[in-house]
């Protein structure tokens, strides 16, 4: 149970800036089901068509805020990085999953993209 | 299937309770349900226990002989089941299931949590591992965060505000105050509960259910035989169990429970009953707005108007649906393992008259909802006199 807390990348703007272009966003690999199409983030063993072969699917990493909240209480890994806002994104091709934003506060419906994915853990930022 | 009855209730106090082991509460529990009942523990068949955490909580596993033995259950069946902050209302089910299916006429059900003996953030640790590690708490998630973007989704596809929430709040501290077995028992305010200190936007400490320590026994055996043990017996009408994915980025309508719903029609469909002939009801109010949600999954309101629902009295003691008179798991206490089957025992006691100053006036039939996590599991019980 316990596992240390992913550490977000540092927020250096202006350095993150030389390197980045303003708004730039990583692509993402999907697994997308061989039989009815659907997206998934991480690839399942069946599919809720019953199908159990997926493919890689590359998407934009672009995507929607549908719900979000910025934690002041934490579990114990996490309690260094509060206060932190943590998310579920409906990225393009409607699949959605939980992330932490970077940087500022972001509400329903605000785009977002993808900065980095580490140790598992997605991280965006508003677009 | 043969229909069965609820022929004794036993509970302890809930709350924390630093010189009381995890075995101690279920003895309480259990013996007092067993004395309730007058049944004598040879005359038990089978155990089953809800418990959640408790190798993580106390380090002790194998639980359900442990306390079958200490209540001098020798050699029964005894199985500890686990479906997070539904594992007693599961156990109850599964125990429901094999009284109806006449594998044992007379069983023990209860549920047990023993959580004050380690630290907050550990326990928010324990607690997350309900959800989906890999997909959620990995990013940070803990369980008021969960329920927090449930909160603000539902306030954003239906309006309902952190006001409404607070009524929920406020009207359980009220019930809790007249209930002498519920962790808290101080009345508050709207205000206090808006003002709160901020957990995870947009829910306060006073959105959020207690962590307790408590145990909850409930005695069945079918109903023909009911009248041998008990003068009041309480009619099982409909149970019913359902599960969900446990991601809530999983889900296609974060607003909703799918368990819910599902447990619920099946459990109507089995009593033969619409939610308006619901009397009184428990339902599982580990944070205000998965009351809010419930009473619409459930059908006692339409989608979106649970919120303008609770702030209307609807739920009140005098209201048309009284929810959780005992204080909810808000007021009364939420021990993880034990809050299905404490339910129940607060729902029998209203259905048998019993329940003093919270009586409430009708109290014919009575529905229980148990919600396990994020909602992957949910376990609904209707009840009839």
Redesign the interface.
């Known amino acids: 149970?316990a596992?240390a807390?992913?550490t977000p990348p540092r927020e250096r703007k202006a350095a993150w800036r030389r390197f980045r272009p303003r708004g730039a966003r990583r692509k993402m690999t999907l697994y997308r089901c061989t039989s009815c199409g659907k997206l998934a983030?991480?690839q399942p063993a069946f599919c809720g068509c019953g199908n159990r072969k997926w493919l890689p699917a590359t998407v934009s990493g672009k995507g929607k805020i549908?719900?979000?909240?910025?934690?002041?209480?934490?579990?114990?890994?996490?309690?260094k990085?509060l206060p932190?806002q943590?998310?579920?994104i409906e990225l393009e091709g409607g699949v959605?999953?939980?992330?932490?934003i970077l940087g500022a506060r972001v509400d329903?419906g605000d785009d977002v993209a993808l900065v980095e994915e580490r140790?598992?853990?997605?991280f965006f930022s508003a677009a | 299937m043969r229909p069965v009855s609820i022929i004794g209730v036993g509970k302890t106090a809930f709350g924390a309770f630093p010189d009381r082991s995890l075995l101690d509460l279920a003895v309480e529990a259990g013996s007092k349900c067993l004395k309730d009942g007058h049944v004598t523990p040879p005359q038990v068949e089978a155990f089953y226990l809800g418990n959640f955490a408790g190798p993580s909580f106390v380090g002790q596993n194998h639980l359900a002989p442990y306390v079958a033995s200490a209540l001098g259950m020798d050699g029964i069946p005894a199985t500890r089941i686990e479906d997070a902050c539904a594992s007693s209302g599961s156990a109850f089910f599964h125990a429901c299931a094999a009284v109806a299916g006449g594998m044992y006429d007379v069983v023990l059900a209860a549920g047990v949590e023993k959580m004050t003996s380690v630290p907050g953030t550990r326990v928010t640790q324990i607690l997350a591992s309900a959800g989906d590690l890999e997909a959620e708490v990995k990013a940070g998630a803990t369980f008021p965060a969960m329920f927090a973007m449930i909160a603000r989704r539902h306030m954003y596809q239906f309006g309902t505000t952190r006001d409404q929430l607070a009524t929920v709040a406020v009207k359980n501290h009220a019930n809790g105050a007249k209930n002498p077995d519920a962790h808290m028992r101080k009345l508050i305010t709207k205000e206090q509960a808006l003002n709160g200190r901020m957990i995870a936007d947009p829910l306060t400490i006073y959105d959020c259910s207690l962590v307790s320590d408590g145990a909850a026994a409930v005695l069945i055996c079918p109903a023909g035989r009911a009248p041998d043990f008990s003068s009041k017996p309480i009619r099982i009408l409909g149970v019913a169990q359902a599960s969900d994915r446990l991601a809530l980025a999983d889900k296609d309508d974060i607003t909703t429970f799918r368990s819910v719903q599902r447990a619920g029609e099946k459990a109507f469909q089995m009593a033969g009953l619409r939610p308006r002939d619901i009397h009184v009801a428990e339902l599982h109010d580990c944070f205000t707005i998965a009351e809010i949600i419930a009473l619409e999954d459930l059908g006692f309101v339409p989608r979106g108007e649970g919120g303008p629902a609770s702030a209307s009295g609807f739920t009140a003691p005098d209201g048309e649906l009284p929810v959780n008179t005992s204080g909810g798991l808000k007021a009364k206490g939420h021990p993880v393992g034990a809050t299905g089957i404490g339910q129940l025992c607060d729902l029998v006691l209203q259905m048998r008259c019993e329940a003093g100053e919270r009586q409430v006036r009708r109290a014919e039939t009575g529905l229980a909802q148990n919600l396990g996590g994020s909602g992957a599991t949910c376990v609904v019980t209707i009840l009839g006199r």
């Open positions: 149970m596992r807390s992913i983030v991480t549908y719900s979000c909240t910025t934690l002041y209480a934490a579990a114990e890994p996490f309690e990085d932190f943590i998310a579920i959605r999953l939980t992330g932490r329903i140790g598992g853990v997605h």
